[in-house]
């Protein structure tokens, strides 16, 4: 199918906008994927999916590169999350090709909206470092996040990032900023295990798929710095703001599926 110039740039631009928010606080799939859908409107909605994973890689490898710069992690922790929500991606992609995920967006609803509400109450949601768990604990609750938002990410994919951040703020207790630096070297793994699968599967659109990922990771590499520079505060007010988009977004899904 015929693809012209005006659609790669729009999708170029959309894949800068999305890799700039998903740096700071995940969510860059809302952004990217919902333009992908409507310009790539007479592909098959699978070969669009796969076709987002290639910038959302791209633009995550700068992002992290960027935190890692700056932000230390718990690197054996760390480690095995990616392990395993590779897998978890990796199978969430293979069901993704044969079954429809809709029923999971009223779900999604609820949660992001009990979300909002406690980020918004909460003034020191991720401020600061909540808690010290002791290991067992943390890296079975890094266990249980990894599986079940790696598995997301690859059967549905939007708000993966911005899951991720919350998990590990509320969940294993970290900062915005560690959270976010974290979330961005697991991200890597999930992208990775959907764009492994979706390559074996022939479903990439690679005339699109690798300009968006050169504007994606410009983005990113952009939003990294800034979300650096400003600190834990500049990254709960953004989080607050793609939350509630995210909110919107599932509940206009929701509504227009009825």
Not at 1 to 25: R, S, Y
Not at 129 to 149: C, D, E, N
Not at 192 to 218: D, H, Q, R, T
Request: proline share 3%; hydrophobic share 60%.
């Amino acid at each position: 199918m015929h693809i012209a110039i005006e659609q790669i740039l729009l999708l170029c631009l959309a894949a800068f906008a999305a890799g700039f928010v998903d740096a700071i606080v995940g969510g860059g799939g809302l952004i990217q994927t919902p333009v992908m859908l409507v310009t790539l409107s007479a592909f098959p909605v699978v070969n669009v999916i796969g076709s987002t994973k290639i910038p959302s890689f791209c633009g995550t490898l700068l992002a992290a590169r960027q935190y890692l710069k700056k932000v230390r992690v718990r690197m054996v922790l760390t480690g095995i999350m990616c392990t395993l929500a590779f897998l978890a991606s990796f199978a969430g992609s293979q069901v993704l090709t044969v079954a429809r995920n809709d029923f999971m967006k009223p779900v999604l609803l609820v949660v992001l909206a009990a979300v909002a509400v406690y980020t918004y109450i909460k003034k020191d949601f991720g401020q600061r470092v909540a808690r010290s768990l002791p290991p067992r604990r943390l890296l079975w609750l890094g266990v249980a996040v990894s599986v079940v938002i790696g598995f997301y990410d690859g059967f549905i994919g939007p708000g993966a990032g911005s899951f991720l951040i919350l998990a590990f703020v509320s969940l294993l207790g970290f900062d915005f900023l560690q959270a976010s630096a974290t979330a961005k070297l697991v991200n890597l793994a999930t992208n990775l295990g959907s764009i492994m699968l979706f390559s074996l599967k022939g479903k990439i659109i690679w005339v699109v798929a690798l300009p968006m990922a050169v504007c994606n990771a410009l983005g990113g590499w952009l939003g990294a710095r800034l979300a650096i520079a400003r600190g834990n505060r500049f990254i709960r007010i953004f989080f607050l703001i793609i939350v509630i988009g995210t909110l919107l977004r599932f509940a206009y899904d929701v509504i227009k599926g009825r």
